[in-house]
């Protein structure tokens, strides 16, 4: 996978969290590439979600094959 193939989805999970959690902004999801549990625990903070929720979102985000 080359870098703009790997940037294209991550941008593409971020999209899809933020219209999951419409109160995500750009900020709260910027530079968390390649950072999986500091962006699962920034998502739990600004959602009120649990750890599972949030994996289980990211995971249905990974699987979509966008």
């Not at 999801?29 to 500091?38: A, N, R, V, W």
Request: glycine letters at 8%.
């Amino acid at each position: 996978m080359n870098t703009t193939t790997a940037k294209g989805d991550w941008n593409i999970m971020k999209g899809k969290l933020k219209q999951k959690w419409a109160q995500l902004t750009d900020d709260d999801l910027k530079d968390y590439e390649g950072k999986t549990d500091e962006l699962i625990g920034n998502i739990q903070k600004r959602t009120g979600e649990s750890r599972e929720a949030v994996e289980k979102a990211m995971k249905e985000c990974d699987d979509c094959n966008c």
